[in-house]
């Protein structure tokens, strides 16, 4: 699935991917074989490493997700994961937690889109 929105002269797309055990095993297969070369390659590009072990999804079903810039004649490419956050895990953070007040806002990603709704942290 595809998810566009531009702003101003710039143009996003984002794309979801999740694990594929077959091409996970395949790449780090070939990762071992090559001495750690290919890793190496993989860092540098993180697009390649992504379409190497992932498959394509909906937004929905994605554990990462691929953004793609545009900008005048530019391309640019972000891998991001994409993780829940809840009230469940801003109290298990809750001693990394800096600040004074006692409510905060939580996001979580529900059906695909994220929502933002007032949670206690402490």
Known sequence: MR???GHGRKLREIYGYRRSKLKTGITWFFIVVSAGFLRLVFHWV????LKATHSQCSLEHATKVLIVE???????NFVKNISEINAHNIRARKGRQVGGSSHRDVTAWTGGVMT?????VG
Not at 46 to 49: I, L, T
Not at 70 to 76: E, L, N, V, W
């Open 3 to 5: 998810s566009t929105r």
């Open 46 to 49: 993180p697009v390649w490493m």
């Open 70 to 76: 545009y900008f005048k004649k530019y391309k640019r």
């Open 116 to 120: 933002s709704r007032p949670g206690p």
